[in-house]
């Protein structure tokens, strides 16, 4: 038996995590044979809920688990870990202002970049999931300063594995026949879902998005709205934010860390700009399309971008920068 990976998750009393934790627990992110040490973190008025979480994770009887660790230190939450999985975060309440919403996040993810800095493995990898997920990314990458930051990374797996599930509708074929739609951008409204360098499996050929779906409005239009506004959508219709969906993707973006990416496939991240590719920025953390191997990333470099990406692509690009500043005022004040 190997040994065991230690692996943190934060918010671990909340929505996303009670689906997270039995997908990890399970084998379903580090393989079948890997034994596990699970780390749960939350804030201290959710100690009770999280001994709840603690107690279904031990009547799972899962044979890959063999300790779970449930804190509201972070001194005890980030010692040696391999991976860590940030999904708690301050959620925006009802009339808070964006600024204000920002303010809050970059005190949790400045703490907690400082505790991975000082107490985890510095071959750990870090995933951010929780909101702002990009700029939060970056406040917890600059915090731990002897990390490198090419092991931080945010979650636009979910935007990733909803445009691939829309057009897999559209077509009425399997979602994995759906490949190397790209997210780019922010994990937000302005995100660009873009299908013109997919392919479609068809009748065991594959042939462009734009040639299979023979509908050049909807991929330009309706196709890219609805993958940008899908979460307000499940917020409408479930009264409560995607959950399991989020759980998935989150899987599925550890599990192609972990393992690589499939040949001649790629997938959407939100990883560090150096500002020499696709002309983004540098110090954005911008999802962009990548392959992985060896547990190291690499962005697909030489795609074509037309005008009508070009615009999206900026746009998305400049409300990082917006909220990458507004951070870094609280993060330098702090
Ligand atoms: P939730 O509200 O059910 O759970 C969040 C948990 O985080 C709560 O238990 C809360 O006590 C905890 N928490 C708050 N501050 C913390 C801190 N400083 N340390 C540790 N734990 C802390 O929320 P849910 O639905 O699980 O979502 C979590 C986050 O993920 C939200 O910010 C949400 O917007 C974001 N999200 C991101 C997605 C992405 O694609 N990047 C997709 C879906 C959700």
Redesign the pocket.
């Known amino acids: 038996m190997p040994e065991p990976v230690k692996v943190l998750v934060?918010?671990?009393?909340?929505?996303?995590?009670?689906s997270l934790l039995f997908g990890i627990a399970k084998g379903d992110v580090f393989g079948k044979d890997q034994p596990l040490i699970l780390v749960l973190?939350?804030?201290t008025?959710?100690m009770t809920?999280l001994e709840g979480v603690v107690m279904e994770l031990q009547d799972c009887a899962l044979p890959l688990l063999k300790e779970v660790i449930a804190t509201?230190k972070e001194d005890v939450a980030f010692k040696d870990l391999d991976v860590a999985i940030l999904?708690?975060?301050?959620?925006r309440r009802e009339g808070m202002e964006r600024k204000d919403l920002l303010k809050a996040n970059v005190k949790?993810f400045k703490?907690?970049g400082a505790a991975l800095n000082k107490y985890s493995k510095k071959s750990v990898k870090v995933i951010?999931?929780?909101?702002p997920?990009n700029t939060n990314c970056l406040t917890a990458l600059k915090s731990a300063p002897s990390i490198p930051k090419e092991n931080f990374s945010?979650?636009?797996?979910?935007?990733h594995n909803r445009a691939k599930a829309q057009i897999a509708l559209k077509l009425n074929v399997a979602s994995d026949d759906v490949k190397n739609v790209i997210i780019w951008g922010n994990?937000s409204s302005t995100q660009y879902p873009d299908a013109s360098h997919a392919s479609v499996t068809l009748q065991g050929k594959d042939v462009g998005a734009f040639e299979a779906v023979k509908n050049d409005d909807w991929l330009k239009g309706g196709f890219i709205t609805t993958v940008q506004q899908r979460?307000a959508a499940v917020i409408k219709a479930r009264k409560?934010?995607?959950?399991m969906s989020?759980a998935k993707?989150i899987c599925d973006h550890v599990r192609d860390i972990w393992f690589g990416t499939p040949e001649g496939q790629f997938v959407s991240m939100g990883v560090i700009s150096d500002g020499n590719s696709y002309g983004v920025p540098e110090d954005l953390m911008y999802s962009f399309p990548l392959t992985i191997k060896n547990k190291t990333w690499k962005i697909v470099e030489g795609l074509c971008i037309n005008d009508f990406s070009r615009e999206k692509m900026d746009i998305t690009a400049k409300e990082l920068q917006d909220e990458k500043e507004t951070a870094f005022e609280f993060l330098s004040s702090e």
């Open positions: 934060t918010g671990a009393a909340g929505q996303i995590a009670y973190l939350d804030i008025p959710m809920v509201d999904v708690g975060s301050m959620p949790i703490s907690q951010v999931v929780g909101n997920a945010c979650l636009t797996r979910l935007d994990h979460g409560l934010s995607s959950a989020a993707a």
